[in-house]
């Protein structure tokens, strides 16, 4: 499989997060996590279910709140923006979640324009209609604009919801399990696009999964969820080549190629 050939900016930071923290109840659930994302690279979060993963970008993202520590996101420190200037931040991150369910009533084209009619008011229907073929093309789907979301196939709908997330020209992308409950070939589908992704449109992305395929088909870089902080971070070799034996399980439990 073949590495993006990126062009990551390791002199500029898009997120810096320090020290961070955060508890439900008595469960402690980040103790102290720091992470910095760099400009045009593609980071690979690891992790155990109910590590704390998908708590870490909501907190990225002002979806939740965290107890200590700071999380700055392009310049800005998250928690203290007010609900307009975290709403306008929000454009700039671009979210795949794991359900991100397109509207069924409506076709490829129109889930496209929704966001643009949304928030780019004063675009004409022609510019919609070119910044779509773009975005359709960029996932390789341009062949499905007037079809119905219950005609696609699970990855196809997966990439419209990526190409969805795309046509806000985001600077930032989150992707929360982009390969879970996909087929090997079809997550290898989801990986080459991730790193289409990253080379058309320069954006800089956090991957959590713990498909390991995925981990080493899109990482530049790969930290480790442990018990609450990053303990492991580097290539996937690097992550792997350890004697700790919850690294160790981890890599045996997931890694199926
Ligand atoms: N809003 C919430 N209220 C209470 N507990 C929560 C909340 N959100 C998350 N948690 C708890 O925090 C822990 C981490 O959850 P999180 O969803 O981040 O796990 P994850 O690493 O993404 O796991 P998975 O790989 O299964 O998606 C879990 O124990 C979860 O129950
Ligand atoms: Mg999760």
């Given at each position: 499989m073949k590495k993006p050939s990126s062009k990551i900016d390791f002199t500029q930071k898009v997120i810096t997060i320090q020290g961070l923290t955060k508890a439900f109840d008595e469960y402690e659930v980040l103790k102290g996590v720091d992470l910095d994302l760099y400009k045009g690279e593609n980071l690979v979060v690891l992790g155990r279910s109910g590590t704390g993963k998908s708590v870490l970008i909501k907190i990225i993202s002002g979806l939740l709140r965290q107890d200590g520590g700071y999380a700055n996101v392009l310049g800005q420190e998250v928690d203290k923006l007010t609900p307009k200037q975290l709403d306008e931040l929000r454009l700039k991150i671009g979210f795949s979640f794991q359900n991100s369910a397109l509207y069924d009533s409506m076709t490829v084209k129109e889930n496209l324009e929704f966001?643009?009619?949304?928030?780019?008011?004063?675009?004409?229907?022609?510019d919609r209609?070119?910044?779509?073929?773009?975005?359709?093309?960029?996932?390789?789907?341009?062949?499905?604009?007037?079809?119905?979301?219950?005609?696609?196939?699970?990855?196809?709908?997966k990439r419209i919801g990526i190409a969805r997330t795309l046509i806000l020209r985001p600077e930032i992308m989150l992707y929360d399990e982009p390969t879970a409950g996909l087929d090997p070939i079809t997550s290898q589908d989801i990986n080459n696009l991730i790193n289409e992704v990253q080379r058309r449109f320069n954006t800089s992305s956090i991957i959590i999964t713990h498909d390991l395929t995925c981990a080493k088909a899109v990482g530049n870089r790969i930290?480790?969820?442990?018990?609450?902080?990053?303990?492991?971070?580097?290539?996937?070799?690097?992550?792997?080549?350890?004697?700790?034996?919850?690294?160790?399980?981890?890599?045996?439990?997931?890694?199926?190629?």
């Open positions: 966001p643009l009619i949304r928030h780019s008011k004063d675009m004409t229907a022609r209609s070119r910044i779509i073929d773009v975005v359709l093309e960029a996932v390789g789907l341009a062949q499905t604009i007037n079809q119905m979301p219950s005609e696609l196939s699970g990855g196809q709908r930290v480790m969820l442990l018990d609450g902080q990053f303990q492991r971070q580097g290539s996937f070799e690097e992550v792997f080549d350890t004697e700790d034996e919850r690294v160790k399980a981890f890599y045996n439990y997931n890694f199926t190629e």
